[in-house]
């Protein structure tokens, strides 16, 4: 058998109004903390936070609300983040949100005594999920982490999306150290979630069950999690978008995303991934989750002759039929589900369609990364770039 590695050191608290725990939870590891979301003047959010600091209070904790998150978390943002939590002294950090929340409450609590921070150095240095780094400061806070979409994973992993817009940076960053103590899941914070935000975080959370499936990293328990994820993703999610209502679905996807986020921490991501941080340096208002849409119809045309019996393993989850012809034969049919798959939950698009410009699109085919991935030759990755760019749908 394969040697591999696994781990996940995050406790996973997962259950309808589980968030009522959270100042129990913060409690143990300090008596004050840094609740970060997004602005708190959006109506939807705001009852949501509002509860969060009553429970809180309840439980005797001081908090400082930074409500400056913003999509793709820019290195400004988390300077002030820090700005504020060694000036008040905090002791836990607790991410209320999506992706962007999660990854600037983990980068705050790693560099929160570092010092000044070059972020090229940063991104050059911590850039390999499976690597073990020293601290770059002298300690690194609990992070605490209480998702409200079912998809990013983050409440799961080492790894920290960050921006550096004034120069149109992107980038993953990876500490073992910051994998959040606690993951707090409850599937009610999702149900106002919108069809759109619920099918990108939805895919999304696919998107890292395929391609920590099909990498060479994955072992017996990455794939397991993941084929189980996506095994739930396609069944339920088309369902969830046309009833966002539904709690059975919801509480669904928020397991199916947990085990995508914990597949994903160990077996790490390919093309699609690195790929979409480039598009989203250059044009930020393109969601995570959409960018990857546009990208797998031609990254999974270039997956099946790769991994043809993995394909193949996808591609009877989407049809058990498969089960009676070749990998090669049942590989073959998995372009034109997940073609089909991301028309059903309304992501089906080009990148020209989503108003990316010729401009900026040679801007992101100029990135450094395609001369340094490792999954395929630069041709093969400007290729899948220049199918997903494509025309006007």
Not at 344 to 368: A, D, P, R
Request: contains cysteine; hydrophobic residues 40%; glycine residues 6%.
């Amino acid at each position: 058998m394969a040697d591999f590695m696994f781990y996940q050191p995050t406790r996973i608290d997962f259950g309808a109004g589980k968030l009522e725990k959270a100042g129990e939870i913060v409690a143990s590891y300090g008596d004050s903390c840094l609740l970060v979301t997004t602005t708190n003047k959006e109506d939807v959010l705001r009852p949501l936070y509002d509860r969060v600091k009553k429970i809180l209070e309840k439980a005797g904790i001081r908090y400082v609300h930074f409500d400056e998150v913003v999509p793709n978390p820019d290195i400004r943002g988390i300077a002030k983040a820090i700005e504020i939590v060694n000036k008040e002294k905090l002791q836990v950090i607790l991410a209320v949100g999506g992706g962007s929340s999660m990854d600037t409450a983990k980068s705050v609590a790693l560099f929160h005594d570092a010092g000044e921070i070059h972020w090229k150095e940063v991104f050059s240095k911590y850039s390999s999920p499976s690597a073990v780094y020293e601290l770059p400061g002298k300690s690194v806070l609990p992070v605490i982490a209480v998702p409200t979409t079912a998809g990013t994973g983050s409440e799961l992993t080492q790894a920290m999306i960050i921006s550096d817009q004034e120069n149109n940076d992107k980038e993953c960053v990876y500490h073992q150290a910051v994998f959040p103590r606690v993951a707090i899941i409850d599937p009610e914070l999702c149900r106002t979630l919108p069809p759109y935000p619920t099918a990108i975080t939805g895919f999304d959370a696919f998107t890292h069950s395929f391609e920590s499936y099909v990498r060479e990293l994955a072992s017996p328990y990455t794939m397991l999690l993941g084929k189980e994820a996506m095994r739930t993703i396609i069944q339920v999610l088309p369902k969830l978008v046309k009833d966002t209502s539904n709690m059975e679905y919801r509480e669904s996807m928020s397991r199916a995303a947990a085990f995508s986020g914990i597949s994903l921490s160990n077996a790490s991501a390919t093309i699609p991934h690195p790929l979409s941080e480039v598009i989203g340096g250059v044009t930020p208002r393109i969601a995570h989750g959409q960018c990857l849409a546009c990208l797998y119809p031609a990254f999974i045309r270039f997956q099946i002759t790769k991994t043809p019996e993995k394909c193949a393993d996808v591609a009877r989850l989407f049809d058990p039929a498969l089960a009676q012809v070749s990998d090669e034969e049942a590989a073959s049919h998995l372009p034109a589900q997940i073609e089909g798959f991301l028309k059903e939950i309304g992501l089906y698009n080009t990148l020209s369609n989503l108003g990316v410009t010729k401009e900026q699109f040679e801007e992101m085919k100029g990135n450094f990364v395609f001369n340094v991935l490792p999954f395929a030759p630069k041709e093969t990755l400007l290729q899948i770039m220049n199918e997903s760019y494509g025309e006007k749908l």
